[in-house]
């Protein structure tokens, strides 16, 4: 009986901690806080009223608090803390934050300038979304990663300094700032999202293409039959050339690492292009809808052939893949119906659904004992492939019946 009433007692004590822990206004702002590891979190209040910071013109977070005698660190500001804050102007970060959570400061329309501490290591989904009042940020060399639509809409950042630890930029981090005229992106960055400049149409062109610092962002004049991207490029991004249906040939630098998904999409004049050795990825639907297409040759140093990324390249007769890649993407090679042979190296562990689907036009292919995965329908409706038995195979693979009567 007493163990019982113990296991109550404890249980109650527990649910009244987390009652306390959550949602606590100590001083302007409210809290989470965590017991355990005595740390703070800024939040919105309790009753998940996002605006009930409306009215603050400054917030002054400080670096710790006190609650019922017991001192916490304030390390992270937390999802949505300030969403939606018109009419805070200006926000004091402490040295102690590690963190801005998802939509710390979304919509926060009056905000100008913030100063982001050294301590913190990540920036999240949407944290500065919408600041529109923002003029210039800097990214501390703390910071490892800014997420998805970080800094999108503020259309009033004229200049963004991305600190060198910056691993990844998430996708659409500063869609839409469309006064911004000057980016550094530092080598450490591994890879960056889609969108993450687009609508940032104050940045530099140069001979008819924009960039961001070492990104090239979109090509400005589509109808052009030919493009040179320029020395020390290091990505193409998404879209870049998407619909210039007049390219005929463009030359890529061997600085780039990256070719960016539906980067040449649609570009149906296009008969070859020659991808240099310093690539290592090929995003989805880099090339899809790129009719004119006859051949490629993908370089060793590419990992992997994203979704979608050759499909819809109806004249491409020959393809060869390097042994560096080990995966070929949902629907890599679909509807590419004048292809006739592939063969597949030992480094590929995986085949997509749909991967070579309706490749009329194959007669052989070849896949190693590597592949540990073949998706649905790899090789539907590659109708040219050998029957035996009226049984068609792609190499070891068993595609179907022929006669299912």
């Not at 300094?161 to 005229?181: D, H, P, Q």
């Not at 292009?273 to 370089?299: D, E, Q, R």
Request: net charge negative.
């Amino acid at each position: 009986m007493k163990t019982k009433l113990l296991s109550l007692l404890l249980a109650v004590a527990a649910s009244v901690g987390t009652m306390f822990a959550n949602g606590t206004k100590i001083g302007d702002l409210y809290y989470n806080l965590n017991a355990t590891d005595r740390t703070a979190e800024v939040t919105y209040e309790l009753q998940w009223d996002e605006n009930n910071y409306k009215f603050f013109s400054t917030a002054n977070i400080p670096a710790s608090v006190t609650y019922s005698g017991t001192t916490y660190s304030v390390t992270s500001i937390g999802e949505r803390a300030f969403c939606r804050c018109s009419s805070l102007t200006s926000v004091t970060i402490p040295n102690s934050v590690t963190s801005i959570g998802k939509s710390a400061f979304y919509g926060c329309s009056g905000l100008t300038s913030v100063a982001i501490p050294n301590s913190v290591t990540s920036i999240e989904d949407q944290a500065f979304d919408g600041c529109s009042s923002l003029t210039s940020v800097t990214i501390p060399n703390s910071v490892t990663s800014i997420g998805k639509y970080a800094f999108s809409g503020c259309d009033r950042l004229t200049s963004v300094t991305i600190g060198n630890s910056v691993t990844s930029i998430g996708e659409g981090a500063f869609y839409k700032c469309s006064r911004l005229t000057s980016v550094t992106i530092p080598n450490s960055v591994t890879s960056i999202g889609g969108s993450a400049f687009s609508g940032c149409n104050s940045l530099p062109v140069t001979d008819n293409l924009r960039y961001a610092d070492t990104y090239l962002v979109e090509a400005v004049n589509k109808m052009l039959s030919s493009y040179t991207i320029k020395e020390g490029t290091r990505w193409i991004g998404s879209s870049a050339f998407e619909n210039c249906s007049s390219l005929t040939s463009v030359t890529i630098p061997n600085s780039v690492i990256s070719i960016g998904g539906s980067a040449f999409k649609g570009c149906s004049s296009l008969t070859s292009v020659t991808i240099p050795n310093s690539v290592t990825s090929i995003g989805g639907s880099a090339f899809s809808g790129c009719s004119g297409l006859t051949s490629v040759t993908i370089p060793n140093s590419v990992t992997s052939i994203g979704d979608h990324a050759f499909s819809g390249c109806s004249s491409l007769t020959s393809m060869t893949i390097p042994n560096s890649v080990t995966s070929i993407g949902e629907g890599a090679f679909r509807d590419c119906s004048s292809l006739t042979s592939v063969t597949i190296p030992n480094s590929v562990t995986s085949i997509g659904d749909w991967a070579f689907s309706r490749c009329s036009g194959l007669t052989s292919v070849t896949i190693p004992n590597s592949v540990t995965s073949i998706g649905i329908y790899a090789f539907e409706g590659c109708s040219s492939l050998p029957v035996i038995d009226n049984l068609r195979y792609a190499d070891t693979y068993l595609v179907e019946a022929v006669d299912k009567s």
